[in-house]
């Protein structure tokens, strides 16, 4: 399955906002008392969670765990080794 330029950018854009999440909690593990971290961390999760639902309204899941229309579609792919970034 070959994914169109829009949802490839939106892909793109999620896995930022999830390496920034990420990051930010492992910083926030180790200086937990980090207002201006939090905040950043919190803008972070917010954002991450927006792109998530907007990628799965346009197209469907992004895990086996997320909700998904009927049939089954997440196993259509593409699997990651197969997306042309």
Same mark, same amino acid.
């Given at each position: 399955?070959?994914? $169109?330029?829009? @949802? %490839?950018? /939106?892909? *793109?854009?999620?896995? +930022?906002?999830?390496?920034?999440? %990420?990051? !930010?909690? /492992?910083? =926030?593990? !180790?200086? &937990?008392?980090?207002? +201006?971290? =939090?905040?950043?961390? $919190? *803008?972070?999760?917010? +954002?991450?969670?927006?792109? +998530? *639902? @907007?990628?799965? @309204?346009?197209?469907?899941? /992004? !895990?086996?765990?997320? &909700?998904?229309?009927? &049939? #089954? !579609?997440?196993? $259509?792919? &593409? #699997?990651? #080794?197969?997306? *042309?970034?």
């Amino acid at each position: 399955m070959e994914m $169109n330029y829009d @949802q %490839v950018e /939106l892909l *793109k854009e999620l896995m +930022r906002a999830h390496f920034c999440a %990420v990051e !930010t909690a /492992l910083y =926030l593990d !180790t200086h &937990p008392k980090d207002p +201006r971290a =939090l905040a950043d961390h $919190n *803008k972070c999760a917010c +954002r991450l969670e927006m792109l +998530r *639902k @907007q990628y799965i @309204q346009k197209y469907g899941a /992004l !895990t086996h765990e997320d &909700p998904s229309v009927y &049939p #089954w !579609t997440y196993i $259509n792919g &593409p #699997w990651p #080794w197969e997306i *042309k970034y």
